[in-house]
């Protein structure tokens, strides 16, 4: 058992994030944009984040800052206008609350086809709080996990935390969980997420995965779980009241014979550095996990090759994997946040060529678009014309997996939707509305930019 000190979380949500002393040194002006911006995306920070990971001197320059604070620019000018217009009117708090989650819907709530494509269907009904886009994989929502410690300002499924019932994706219970997983058994993968499903307590996380080492579910290999607790709130791990008992637990899951993955979320080389998270990473390695590492490549936070192959490095000097550098989403503060692929590529390849080969495992860049994980493998002139050489690391159909295809190279293009068939061609799976390898008793749809 570890004995040390017991921090007690203390988050603050956005709306009284300009009033946080570590605010009032910066002008008026940046703090009134703080409460305008946090009126329309979802802001908080806890002690942590404030006292750990920010450098004070450097705000609002500072990439951990930059993760966490509004920014006016998260909005479009006409946005930001209409909000604080909205801000100063007298108009009755119903009457502002409905025209702000109408603004909010400009900001894209749910790319890639969250909602209309990957909730799978069980007895002809929707199975609220799951996702089953590729065919070995199940997203699980665990409603009591629908937040954070604190909140990434680029997050894709910032959705989840406004308090609009129908953009939340969240299952009220294991149940249906288990249910439709009994009866799926191509399901080798089953990924908790969120939100955090580290937020819960974990007699509370125990309820969704314990049944999991029933014979009903042996097809189910590995356990994944999404979380930025390691660079949030890495006490979860440590010295939180019930740190142990999460540790025994999930011994207890690798003793058992399936995989504990813990897919963790760092940003930025500063998230770990802390006493903190390097005993919490040293433990969840102890009790057999297996810990991996994805975060998109942003602009103000890591969209430099020094920023990505310092984390690398110290990320497997620790024991964790690099596995992801993604591309931000096109959604909420993407325009803040979002550069174009072909800079992100060269930050990728650049990190890539100055770090060892074992500390070469992250693939990128990579973006999750509605037909599937789409990775850039390289920048060619083919035929006489200049490409994006990509291909399908997942897709809805599992033939299109590993398949290369070529995107005409465009200097403005930043997410997937702005790229264009090279060649004159059309993409290859236009043609295939019916998706042969799409997962069983899920929503189809045809894969088309």
């Known amino acids: 058992m570890l004995t040390t000190e017991r921090p007690k979380l203390k988050a603050t949500p956005g709306p009284r994030l300009s009033r946080l002393p570590h605010i009032q040194h910066l002008d008026a002006d940046t703090r009134h944009e703080i409460d305008v911006v946090s009126a329309i995306l979802p802001f908080k920070v806890n002690n942590y ?147 955090d499903p580290m937020i819960m307590s974990t007699e509370r996380l125990k309820e969704y995965v314990e049944p999991l080492l029933d014979w009903p579910y042996d097809h189910v290999r590995n356990l994944r779980f999404g979380t930025k607790a390691l660079g949030y709130w890495p006490y979860r791990f440590t010295t939180d009241t019930d740190a142990d008992e999460l540790l025994r637990f999930i011994e207890r899951l690798s003793d058992s014979g ?68 993604f591309v931000e989403r096109d959604t909420g503060a993407s325009n803040y946040f979002e550069l174009p692929l072909h800079n992100a590529y060269q930050v990728y390849r650049d990190a890539l060529s100055s770090v060892s080969g074992l500390e070469r495992t992250a693939r990128g860049p990579v973006m999750s678009a509605s037909p599937g994980k789409v990775i850039i493998d390289g920048i060619a002139d083919v035929a006489g014309e200049r490409v994006f050489c990509c291909r399908f690391l997942q897709a809805r159909d599992p033939n299109w997996v590993g398949r290369p295809f070529f995107a005409a190279f465009d200097e403005q293009a930043v997410w997937f939707d702005d790229l264009r068939p090279a060649f004159g061609q059309n993409w290859f799976w236009d043609s295939n509305s019916n998706i042969d390898g799409h997962p069983a008793g899920t929503t189809q749809t045809a894969c088309v930019i």
């Open 49 to 195: 984040v404030l006292d750990e990971l920010i450098d004070w001197d450097r705000a609002p320059d500072d990439p951990i800052y930059r993760l966490t604070f509004p920014h006016r620019d998260m909005l479009s000018p006409e946005l930001f206008d209409g909000v604080a217009a909205l801000l100063r009117s007298d108009l009755a708090r119903p009457e502002r609350t409905a025209e702000i989650a109408r603004l909010r819907m400009q900001l894209n709530p749910h790319p890639g086809d969250q909602l209309q494509a990957n909730v799978p269907q069980m007895d002809d009904e929707p199975v609220n709080g799951l996702q089953h886009k590729y065919r070995e994989t199940v997203l699980v929502f665990p409603g009591q996990g629908q937040t954070c410690h604190s909140y990434c300002g680029y997050c894709f499924r910032w959705a989840q935390f406004i308090g609009i019932a129908d953009l939340k994706q969240a299952t009220p219970g294991p149940d249906p969980a288990l249910g439709y997983l009994r009866n799926h058994r191509e399901v080798s993968d089953v990924l908790f997420t969120g939100g």
């Open 258 to 325: 399936k995989q504990v993955a813990i897919m963790t979320h760092f940003s930025h080389p500063r998230e770990l550095d802390t006493t903190a998270v390097r005993t919490a990473i040293r433990r969840l390695r102890d009790a057999g996990a297996i810990l991996r590492a994805q975060a998109p490549i942003v602009r103000h936070v890591n969209d430099d090759a020094e920023t990505w192959a310092s984390m690398w490095r110290t990320m497997t000097h620790l024991g964790i994997s690099p596995y992801y550098m």
